[in-house]
Structure formats: structure tokens, C-alpha cells
Nanobody
Framework: QVQLVESGGGLVHAGGSLTLSCVAS????????MGWFRQVPGKERDIVAA????????YYTDSVKGRFTISRDNAENTVYLQMNSLKPEDTAVYYC?????????????????WGQGTQVTVSS
């Protein structure tokens, strides 16, 4: 089992920045692929970014490329999502997820563990 706890969400003006953190416990973090997803009411949960176990591979959905950066610190069992130039359409609940295979994926169904989510609200 893996427990994931997100933090860092909040309210920010358009153009601002936030950094989300997700701390993992319960399993060797360095062997997990990690992803950030987001969900708005009435819609499916979608990939934002993902990183492989050794940070050799990353994935970003098109709408965040050039604005968001995913990174991980295996010594601290933490994955980060640096979000810059935020837009109102980035407003969502952001979820951290872990995949036991170690290789990143854009597919929600391929992740094994999920955090509780953190709200990000971007005002115009």
C-alpha cells in the first residue's frame, strides 16, 4: 500500500504561481511512477503531468506544456508540480497518483494509488 498526501493548493490570481507537493509513504517511492491529475465537477479526471521512477521520462498534457513542471525528490519521497502562468481554466481539484510499474502513463486507470486531492482556484 502507498499513502499519498497532497498539499500546496489554494487561491491565486491569473498569471500567478503555485507549487503542489505530494508526500508518499508505505512503499519504496523511488520505484514508483508518479502523476498529477485534475478534475472539475461533472468531468473526468485527466492527466496533467507524470514522471517515471528515475525521472528519465516526463509527460505533460498539451494545455500545461511550458507552464507546469513535474519533479521528484526520491530522498524526500516527494513529487512536486510547479505551476506558473496559471489560468482560470486550471481551476480544479488536483490529485497525486502513484503507479507501481515505475513507468509513467497518461491513463488514469493505470495508476494504483491516489491521494485525497487539493483544490486549486485561479481567479480572473
Amino acid at each position: 500500500q502507498v499513502q499519498l498526501v497532497e498539499s500546496g493548493g489554494g487561491l491565486v490570481h491569473a498569471g500567478g504561481s503555485l507549487t503542489l507537493s505530494c508526500v508518499a509513504s508505505g512503499r519504496t517511492f523511488s520505484r514508483l511512477a508518479m502523476g498529477w491529475f485534475r478534475q472539475v465537477p461533472g468531468k473526468e479526471r485527466d492527466i496533467v503531468a507524470a514522471v517515471s521512477w528515475g525521472s528519465t521520462s516526463t509527460y505533460y498534457t498539451d494545455s500545461v506544456k511550458g507552464r507546469f513542471t513535474i519533479s521528484r525528490d526520491n530522498a524526500e519521497n516527494t513529487v512536486y508540480l510547479q505551476m506558473n502562468s496559471l489560468k482560470p481554466e486550471d481551476t480544479a481539484v488536483y490529485y497525486c497518483a502513484a503507479r507501481a510499474s515505475g513507468y509513467n502513463s497518461a491513463w488514469t486507470r493505470e495508476y494504483d494509488y491516489w491521494g485525497q486531492g487539493t483544490q486549486v482556484t485561479v481567479s480572473s
